[in-house]
């Protein structure tokens, strides 16, 4: 594979991945233009960590090659490390360090000169707003505060490409849309992210494109808004007063729609894609209606990344999946 241009961070072309009778990564390409996000998304087991890995040089593919910032994976790996930030699914933090004392050793350990490396880290603390907890251990921060500081531990050598590998795993929705909120600033000063996670509504609201890993193939990529276009139509979702009227109203709604209805009788809800949207929705009322069915709630959606997700794979993305 040639060196891209410096209009692509990223590439990777055949990359494979095999441990014993598993295959973790079986022919996987991507490529991320500068300054843009790319989503990996996929379930445990996927590939996306392995993937990161091999990235980041962490891990050697069994065949493929990948171009990090202009560096060659594989013939120059030291040159990607220092090109690059990395952000794993758990804080690489130094609990006994306080939040400036990490960041100034990660500095430091880039080489950096002291003043250097203590500049940077007032930096990044002033604007991951940890300025109040600089000085104190990092075991006393919150999940939140700890995620920020890895991620700032990431960016102390000003990487022009960062791998966020589920930055936001195990943060409550607050820590979630904080992250969100500095992932947006790094992407506006024309960092290149990759963005693994198996959040969908995360990388509708961050990704500029979007891979769907699953078992280690890409099986669909392109803007959210294209894998929505791919399974066509609305969602249509009706709530009734009586869950015994559940079976009629799968009924209507296949006769209705496209494809099997989903039923939850907890919620008394049943729901179902269609692709004339409000005609669809007029005429299942007209025949619940006639059937004496009492219709509770109705809602009519665009298809979302998790409709995209269970139509090219069949499971959802929390299913966990061999290695």
């Known amino acids: 594979m040639e060196r891209p241009d410096n209009k692509v961070a990223v590439r990777a072309q055949g990359l494979v991945k095999t441990y014993g009778a598993t295959t973790a990564l079986d022919g996987v390409d991507l490529e991320i233009p500068t300054g843009q996000v790319l989503g990996l998304l996929g379930p445990n087991g996927a590939g996306k960590t392995t993937t990161v890995r091999i990235l980041a040089t962490l891990l050697k593919p069994d065949s493929g090659s990948a171009w990090m910032a202009g560096h060659d994976v594989l013939a120059e790996p030291d040159a990607v490390r220092h090109a690059i930030g990395l952000s794993g699914q758990y804080a690489a933090v130094d609990e006994n360090l306080t939040g400036a004392e990490n960041l100034y050793m990660v500095g430091r350990l880039y080489g950096k ?3 250097a490396a203590k500049a940077r880290a007032r930096e990044l603390l002033a604007r991951f707003r940890l300025e109040e907890a600089a000085d104190r251990p990092a075991k006393g921060y ?4 700890r995620r920020r500081l890895d991620l700032a ?8 490409v960062v791998i966020l590998d589920e930055p936001t795993t195990g943060l409550d929705p607050r820590g979630r849309i904080d992250m969100w909120d500095v992932i947006k600033e790094l992407v506006s000063d024309g960092t290149t992210v990759l963005l693994t996670t198996q959040y969908l509504e995360e990388a509708d609201q961050l990704a500029d494109n979007i891979m769907v890993i699953d078992r280690g193939k890409v099986i669909a990529q392109g803007t959210a808004d294209q894998l929505k276009g791919q399974i066509g139509g609305e969602r249509l979702e ?3 007063a009586a869950a015994e009227d559940l079976p009629a109203t799968a009924r209507v709604l296949a006769e209705v729609g496209s494809g099997t209805p989903a039923v939850d009788e907890h919620t008394r ?5 269609v692709d004339t949207g409000p005609k669809a929705l007029i005429e299942a009322l007209r025949r619940l209606d006639a059937q004496n069915v009492v219709v509770q709630d109705v809602a009519l959606h665009r298809p979302t990344l ?3 997700f269970l139509s090219l794979t069949g499971h959802a993305t929390e299913e966990e999946l061999p290695a």
């Open 113 to 115: 000169k002291k003043s």
């Open 306 to 308: 998790d409709d995209v």
């Open 153 to 160: 531990g990431a960016l102390v050598a000003e990487p022009t």
């Open 269 to 273: 809800k049943a729901d179902v894609l």
């Open 142 to 145: 919150s999940g939140g505060m």
């Open 238 to 240: 009706l709530v009734v």
